[in-house]
């Protein structure tokens, strides 16, 4: 019994790492299709990953930033990944959007960027 309460937590913190990971992962999308400063879009990217994830701290996100820009990712799977974790949490999936939509508008609008944010809108089916 105890080993299993162990294992749930464990998936608990891995599914949630993941969830950050991939949020962290739409964001910094926009921030590299649109070529932004990242020292500009710095404040904003961490201010929304401390909404999504209130247990997380500017320099949690500060470092997860870095550490995205630098990575290679295939988008439509952090879409999933997003999409599979928050499948119950309407509310979740729209502030996501909302913080997408803000990232998207702030730079210079390019068809690729509303694209991205139909895809994410389908997948999180609220189309």
């Not at 500017?58 to 439509?76: G, H, P, R, S, W």
């Amino acid at each position: 019994m105890f080993i299993w309460i162990l294992y749930i937590i464990y998936e608990e913190a891995n599914m949630d790492k993941m969830l950050k990971e991939s949020v962290a992962s739409l964001f910094c999308h926009v921030i590299k299709l649109d070529n932004k400063d990242l020292d500009t879009e710095r404040p904003l990217f961490c201010r929304f990953m401390r909404q999504d994830f209130p247990d997380m701290t500017v320099e949690e996100a500060k470092e997860l930033l870095d550490k995205t820009m630098t990575q290679e990712y295939n988008i439509d799977t952090q879409i999933a990944i997003i999409a599979n974790a928050l499948h119950n949490e309407v509310y979740a999936k729209m502030s996501i959007l909302k913080q997408l939509n803000h990232i998207i508008i702030k730079s210079n609008l390019e068809d690729d960027d509303y694209e991205l944010f139909d895809r994410v809108k389908e997948a999180f089916k609220l189309s």
